[in-house]
């Protein structure tokens, strides 16, 4: 069967009533950004450091204090450092 | 210039330089796709789209194993997280609203003409939005882009007789649902 010619003029006309599409000229800057690694200030850094030692520090002394064994507390944190590293590798 | 496998290697080692290439490179044409399965009236969603392929296919570089062309599995990509959007989000046609058009007519000379060409073109765009989405993509590239047959046949990742066949489809059900929306000169 045929196929009419009219249809095919029509859809040209159509459709190419609106221009063609075009990225923004901003897109490659704002994929490039999101790909960067977002990475601390070294005061955040310091900050988050002191914070993960502080908090063994707090957990052990609060451990050792309800009379947890030492051996138990070693591996609870050997536990949590494993899992940090764990993730830190995923994120990477 | 470097070759895509040469690029990706380097890309998935961590060169950012290597990846803005192949972004520099496919951008525009994963852009197309996007925007011809979703439709005119969705060219901001189609460069989300187009962001978020890129930024899953530079997390998925190390898994990509090179069984197919980088090209290839990147449009695949695109074409399935395009429809994935599609149905989770109902994307309709904008309707043309009769009333700011009459205005426009009143107002112009040449407007009655004008109307006619827009209430045309709405029912077109109507009619389109109901094929499936492959014949969607397939006649919006080549009418609206000017994309050749062998071009959509790499994006959509399908022979040249396929896409051929799939635009004839596509008018033969356009001419019908024109018809019965009374545009018998269609």
Redesign the interface.
Known sequence: MPEPIEIEALLRESMQAAAPPKLTPTFTQRVTTRLRPRQLSAGAQRALRFYALAAVVVSVAVMWSQGVEWSLIAVSLAVTAVIGAIVRSRLK | MEADSDLVARAAAGD?QA??AL??RY??RV??LA?SILG?AF?GE??EV??EV??RV?HALKSFRGESKFGTWLYRVTFNQTINLKARVRFNAPHVNDDALARQAAADPDALTRLE?AR??AV??ECVAELPAIYQSA??LH????ESIAEIATLLDVPENTVKSYL?RA??L??SM?KNRGYD??
């Open positions: 950012e990846f803005a972004l520099e951008r525009d852009f197309r925007v005119q060219v189609a460069e187009t962001q890129f930024l530079h060409r045309r073109d077109v765009a006649l919006r009418y609206w882009m000017g004839f008018r033969q356009l001419q024109l000169n269609a």
